[in-house]
């Protein structure tokens, strides 16, 4: 046996292969997707894209739902991330002053809708994204 296969099981040629012993982890139930969704909005607007990444690494696998909602929040708070970082350069030529608080209120506003959407289980799109992480 070759590192990855999985013993007495099917092999999949273009599926996700894992060590000996190890097995995959068990999907959430829709209501689990539906909170943990919320929750990794709510957490984007907390500590800006740390609660998106990590929920995105440990909960990618465990349902279809959350894995939009973590990928979505990811991206969004990458992407204001990068928009604090050259609002910061730019309080220099002050323009940037009035820039972070807009990005603060565009942030808040957003998650909120974002963890409704999710808590209603339905998916969100947030606007003025860059699609760092794609499906």
Same mark, same amino acid.
Do not use: C
């Given at each position: 046996?070759?590192?990855?296969?999985?013993?007495?099981?099917?092999?999949?040629?273009?599926?996700?292969?894992?060590?000996?012993?190890?097995?995959?982890?068990?999907?959430?139930?829709?209501?689990?997707?539906?909170?943990?969704?919320?929750?990794?909005?709510?957490?984007?607007?907390?500590?800006?894209?740390?609660?998106?990444?990590?929920?995105?690494?440990?909960?990618?696998?465990?349902?279809?739902?959350?894995?939009?909602?973590?990928?979505?929040? %990811?991206?969004?708070?990458?992407?204001? &991330? +990068?928009?604090?970082? =050259?609002? @910061? #350069? /730019?309080?220099? !030529?002050?323009?940037? %002053?009035?820039?972070?608080?807009?990005? &603060? +209120?565009?942030?808040? =506003?957003? @998650? #909120? /809708?974002?963890? !409704?959407?999710?808590?209603?289980?339905?998916?969100?799109?947030?606007?003025?994204?860059?699609?760092?992480?794609?499906?």
């Amino acid at each position: 046996m070759t590192y990855g296969q999985q013993p007495g099981g099917p092999q999949h040629p273009g599926g996700p292969q894992y060590p000996g012993g190890y097995t995959p982890p068990k999907p959430m139930s829709p209501e689990d997707q539906r909170l943990w969704a919320t929750l990794t909005h709510i957490g984007g607007i907390f500590f800006n894209f740390v609660a998106p990444l990590v929920a995105y690494l440990v909960l990618r696998d465990r349902g279809g739902f959350i894995r939009e909602h973590t990928r979505a929040a %990811l991206n969004f708070h990458i992407t204001m &991330a +990068i928009a604090y970082v =050259v609002s @910061g #350069i /730019l309080t220099i !030529v002050l323009i940037g %002053l009035f820039l972070l608080p807009a990005i &603060a +209120i565009v942030t808040i =506003v957003f @998650g #909120i /809708l974002a963890a !409704v959407a999710a808590n209603s289980g339905q998916f969100y799109r947030y606007p003025l994204t860059i699609e760092f992480i794609k499906q």
